[in-house]
């Protein structure tokens, strides 16, 4: 089973950019295809990104599309979320999750790992 941490959230104005983080340790990081969810009050869990394993492919939420990139570093075990062009509605708690194999999910329920989340907060 692999470990996350993720860091990098905080607060910025509308129109900022932050870069999350999402660290992974324990078995083969490679392996794993990786995610991105959020979740703000009051609210269920959303997708946000997928990677597949090799960073060949990736999925965006209409939402995100064309202000996040996701990227991954297979030798660092590492997979970041870049942010930009923030808007308030973008604040949740951001969460990485790591699928065992090679394809991605928009499904929550499909990841086998979970980071603890970090909070991004964004101010109009």
């Known amino acids: 089973q692999v470990q996350l941490v993720e860091s990098g959230g905080g607060l910025v104005q509308a129109g900022g950019s932050l870069r999350l983080s999402c660290a992974a340790s324990?078995?083969?990081?490679?392996?794993?295809?990786m995610g991105w969810f959020r979740q703000a009050p009051g609210k269920e869990r959303e997708f946000v990104v997928a990677i597949s394993w090799s960073g060949g492919s990736r999925f965006y939420a209409d939402s995100v599309k064309g202000r996040f990139t996701i990227s991954r570093d297979n030798v660092k075990n590492t997979v970041y979320l870049q942010m930009n062009s923030l808007k308030p509605e973008d604040t949740a708690v951001y969460y990485c999750?790591?699928?065992?194999?090679?394809?991605?999910?928009?499904?929550?329920?499909?990841?086998?790992?979970w980071g603890q989340g970090t909070q991004v907060t964004v101010s109009s």
């Open positions: 999750a790591a699928l065992y194999g090679s394809r991605w999910s928009t499904n929550s329920y499909e990841y086998d790992a």
């Open positions: 324990g078995r083969a990081f490679s392996s794993y295809a």
